[in-house]
């Protein structure tokens, strides 16, 4: 018998992750730099990445690993110092990134990509180390019940537009029974502005097909 799935507190926020970094990589390989509107949409892109990419730390760095860390002392140390380590790296992007606003030089974008490439594979390792190492120690301190009052007041702290924000980038990346069940959950729960306003924000995200059924599974209107 198929045990059931538990809580997950890195699966939402890892996908959409995923999702945003690879979108901003390749952008950053194919660029154009003759196209403003190309480096616009780098820049409005990188910016989103850096602020999921604070707003997620923040999440680690006070909400979750903090507990953890109280369960099982020094069991966090690693992962901080990871955080420290790829939030330098970010900051050093940030930095690259203003100079790309001011001089469309080539090698200033190959620069960039470079080391966006750099972190990029620096943050799917520690990705996978957080969803391997550390969620199992997770699952071994928390109770289901921790676990989803913790998601609770992961969800209380972001304001409905940092959700919004989010949300853009991991229900594209979730798969079809995901994207369900969590859409289907914030239809049930959220007050119908904000889901509407959801729908919206999604909608040029994902493929026209899949957009249309999904709708129907959620709502019973084609788009």
């Known amino acids: 018998m198929q045990k059931p799935q538990r809580i997950n507190p890195y699966l939402l926020p890892h996908k959409g992750l995923r999702h945003l970094l690879a979108k901003t990589s390749l952008l950053a390989g194919n660029l154009d730099v003759s196209k403003q509107s190309d480096i616009e949409q780098l820049h409005f892109l990188s910016l989103e990445l850096f602020f999921l990419?604070?707003?997620h730390a923040r999440t680690e760095d006070h909400m979750i690993l903090p507990l953890l860390e109280?369960?099982?002392?020094?069991?966090?140390?690693?992962?901080m110092e990871e955080h420290e380590r790829l939030?330098?790296?970010?900051h050093q992007l940030a930095t690259q990134l203003d100079q790309l606003r001011f001089k469309a030089e080539p090698q200033l974008?190959?620069?960039y990509f470079l080391e966006l490439s750099d972190f990029h594979s620096q943050y799917l390792a520690h990705m996978i180390m957080e969803e391997r190492a550390v969620l199992d120690l997770i699952w071994t301190h928390f109770s289901d019940q921790e676990l989803m009052d913790l998601h609770h007041r992961i969800l209380a702290s972001?304001?409905?537009?940092?959700?919004l924000r989010w949300f853009r980038y991991i229900?594209?990346?979730?798969n079809p029974s995901e994207r369900f069940m969590v859409l289907s959950g914030l239809r049930d729960k959220a007050p119908k502005p904000f889901f509407d306003a959801l729908i919206e924000v999604i909608k040029p995200e994902l493929d026209e097909a899949v957009f249309s059924e999904l709708l129907h599974q959620l709502t019973g209107v084609e788009a």
């Open 171 to 174: 229900v594209p990346a979730l």
């Open 87 to 90: 939030e330098a790296m970010v």
């Open 158 to 163: 972001f304001s409905p537009e940092k959700i």
């Open 53 to 55: 990419l604070e707003q």
């Open 70 to 79: 109280q369960k099982a002392p020094g069991s966090t140390i690693e992962n």
């Open 109 to 111: 974008f190959i620069d």
